[in-house]
């Protein structure tokens, strides 16, 4: 029988006051064998039940529960899976991983396709190596939602793309899904002169049958290194495909939303800048579904930015009790009424080249509030990886230093979170952040990811 560590109790939690510790071991629930996370999730999912635990002396205990429906027992395991993590049976053509230089930490090579992973992060998976079995928990289970990299819905386009014979028939999993009414989200990961053009619009209107089960599809662009040789010829995007892209997906978010109320198709922020038009309004992105994806995520950190900013004044406006709404402190940077109440300071924001222009315009709208402030955004060119990516999620700390070392950063440096590791101070060339702070001699300042983060930042 499968037994798996436990590695964390939580305060307060049923786990906590029936006495189980770090260490200890779980055997079963409910007389089950525990195989994966999932089952640990179902079996628990219980008002009564019973655990068998192996404590470290190898006394078992069998801890009878009574608990509401669905609550947690507050448990943690070794393996967050509970069983191996499943890797890919593919060879994308576009696979950003065989882009990748060679001496960089293991795990950034492990290609995973596990459905597991969507249900508890979000990973998005091929469904190429879902084993039937699989396939019935989840629909037993009642799990959802799952993200599933579509590619494309033409059977024989999406052998060739994943470089699996069977990529094409996986496709009818989705049938399956749809069926049991499984919430769905897709992913087209757009390859120029591959699966665009007469493809997209063919895969969009497949996907389209499984509205509203399947709840979004995204369109990104295939992200493209400099480490491409021996690999399959991509090419990059021009501004004039990025309008015809976001043309056709513009076309079925009409359709869809008249006949289901939902805008379903989504461009990610990169098409928008590329094509040089005007990120979408809010209510388009149906409440932001694929925020993963870089869906929205431009459109949501303006709207909070501006809401908190909004905010911000008016705490200082109550503070001294002058009633000047935004916009016309907006119109007047030298006005005093506001100058003196915040610290004089220079700041610099260091992000992505995507992003940049946005920091840009964001800035220079905190500043018409609050002068005080000198902010200069810099955008970081992705050397290590190639010019062609563009986002900050893939810079590496030695970029960072190779473009800001010996300028003038002002008292603080801004960086956006997702340049380090989860819950780690690290950047993805393992970089810590305090060997970057001592090579910069500045302060450094992680902004997490919302409006109001980075309003408050740079309120410090
Ligand atoms: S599914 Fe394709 S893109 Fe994803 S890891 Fe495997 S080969 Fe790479």
Same mark, same amino acid.
């Given at each position: 029988?499968?037994?798996?560590?436990?590695?964390?109790?939580?305060?307060?939690?049923?786990?906590?006051?029936?006495?189980?510790?770090?260490? /200890? $071991?779980?055997?079963?629930?409910?007389?089950?064998?525990?195989?994966?996370?999932?089952?640990?999730?179902?079996?628990?999912?219980?008002?009564?039940?019973?655990?068998?635990?192996?404590?470290?002396?190898?006394?078992?205990?069998? #801890?009878?529960?009574? =608990?509401?429906?669905?609550?947690?027992?507050?448990?943690?395991?070794?393996?967050?899976?509970?069983?191996?993590?499943?890797?890919?049976?593919?060879?994308?053509?576009?696979?950003?991983? /065989? +882009?990748?230089?060679?001496?960089?930490?293991?795990?950034?090579?492990?290609?995973?396709?596990?459905?597991? #992973?969507?249900?508890?992060?979000?990973?998005?998976?091929?469904?190429?190596? *879902?084993?039937?079995?699989?396939?019935?928990?989840?629909?037993?289970?009642?799990?959802?939602?799952?993200?599933?990299?579509?590619?494309?819905?033409?059977?024989?386009?999406?052998?060739? !793309?994943?470089?699996?014979?069977?990529?094409?028939?996986?496709?009818?999993?989705?049938?399956?899904?749809? +069926?049991?009414?499984?919430?769905?989200?897709?992913?087209?990961? #757009?390859?120029?002169?591959?699966?665009?053009?007469?493809?997209?619009?063919?895969?969009?209107?497949?996907?389209?049958?499984?509205?509203?089960?399947?709840?979004?599809?995204?369109?990104?662009?295939?992200?493209?290194?400099?480490?491409?040789?021996?690999?399959?010829?991509?090419?990059?995007?021009?501004?004039? /495909?990025?309008?015809?892209? *976001?043309?056709?997906? %513009?076309?079925?978010?009409?359709?869809?939303?008249?006949?289901?109320?939902? %805008?379903?198709? %989504?461009?990610?922020?990169?098409?928008?800048?590329?094509?040089?038009?005007?990120?979408?309004?809010?209510?388009?992105?149906?409440?932001?579904?694929?925020?993963?994806?870089?869906?929205?995520? #431009?459109?949501?950190?303006?709207?909070?930015?501006? +809401?908190?900013?909004?905010?911000?004044?008016?705490?200082?406006? !109550?503070?001294?009790?002058?009633?000047?709404? $935004?916009?016309?402190?907006?119109?007047?940077?030298?006005?005093?009424?506001?100058?003196?109440?915040? =610290?004089?300071?220079?700041?610099?924001?260091?992000?992505?080249?995507?992003?940049?222009?946005?920091?840009?315009?964001?800035?220079?709208?905190?500043?018409?509030?609050?002068?005080?402030?000198?902010?200069?955004?810099?955008?970081?060119?992705?050397?290590?990886?190639?010019?062609?990516?563009?986002?900050?999620?893939?810079?590496?700390?030695?970029?960072?230093?190779?473009?800001?070392?010996?300028?003038?950063?002002?008292?603080?440096?801004?960086?956006?979170?997702?340049?380090?590791?989860?819950?780690?101070?690290?950047?993805? /060339?393992?970089?810590?952040?305090?060997? !970057?702070?001592?090579? *910069?001699?500045?302060?450094?300042?992680?902004?997490?990811?919302?409006?109001?983060?980075?309003?408050?930042?740079?309120?410090?």
């Amino acid at each position: 029988m499968k037994e798996h560590i436990i590695c964390r109790v939580y305060p307060d939690s049923i786990a906590e006051e029936l006495e189980v510790e770090p260490g /200890d $071991v779980l055997v079963s629930v409910g007389g089950h064998e525990i195989k994966d996370i999932f089952d640990y999730h179902y079996y628990t999912n219980e008002e009564y039940l019973t655990v068998l635990i192996r404590k470290e002396d190898g006394e078992e205990w069998e #801890l009878e529960i009574e =608990k509401e429906y669905e609550e947690d027992l507050g448990i943690e395991f070794e393996n967050g899976l509970m069983d191996e993590y499943k890797s890919c049976h593919n060879k994308c053509i576009f696979c950003f991983i /065989d +882009q990748m230089p060679k001496g960089m930490r293991e795990t950034l090579y492990f290609k995973d396709d596990d459905s597991r #992973l969507s249900f508890l992060q979000g990973n998005y998976v091929t469904l190429t190596n *879902l084993k039937d079995n699989d396939l019935e928990r989840i629909v037993e289970y009642k799990l959802g939602p799952i993200n599933i990299s579509v590619q494309t819905t033409n059977p024989e386009l999406r052998c060739q !793309m994943l470089n699996n014979r069977f990529a094409g028939d996986a496709l009818e999993k989705i049938d399956i899904l749809y +069926q049991a009414g499984i919430p769905m989200n897709g992913q087209i990961v #757009l390859c120029k002169d591959i699966n665009d053009k007469e493809e997209l619009k063919r895969t969009i209107e497949d996907l389209m049958a499984y509205l509203p089960v399947m709840e979004s599809v995204s369109v990104v662009p295939v992200g493209l290194s400099r480490y491409r040789d021996g690999l399959y010829p991509l090419k990059s995007f021009t501004m004039e /495909d990025a309008k015809a892209v *976001l043309e056709t997906i %513009h076309h079925y978010q009409k359709i869809c939303f008249e006949t289901h109320g939902l %805008h379903f198709i %989504h461009a990610s922020d990169e098409w928008y800048l590329l094509a040089k038009e005007e990120l979408p309004k809010e209510e388009r992105y149906d409440g932001y579904l694929q925020l993963e994806n870089g869906v929205g995520m #431009l459109r949501l950190l303006r709207e909070e930015f501006t +809401q908190a900013l909004k905010a911000a004044a008016d705490a200082v406006d !109550m503070q001294s009790a002058n009633f000047l709404e $935004v916009t016309e402190l907006s119109k007047d940077p030298e006005n005093t009424k506001i100058q003196g109440r915040c =610290k004089m300071e220079r700041i610099t924001v260091a992000t992505g080249v995507l992003a940049a222009p946005v920091l840009q315009e964001l800035t220079e709208e905190f500043r018409r509030v609050f002068p005080q402030k000198e902010i200069q955004v810099i955008p970081i060119i992705n050397h290590f990886f190639g010019e062609q990516i563009t986002v900050s999620g893939l810079l590496t700390g030695q970029d960072l230093i190779a473009q800001l070392k010996g300028r003038d950063l002002g008292n603080r440096l801004l960086l956006p979170c997702n340049l380090l590791r989860s819950k780690e101070e690290v950047f993805l /060339d393992d970089m810590t952040l305090s060997q !970057m702070e001592n090579t *910069l001699q500045v302060e450094i300042d992680i902004v997490k990811s919302s409006g109001q983060d980075l309003v408050s930042c740079l309120m410090r």
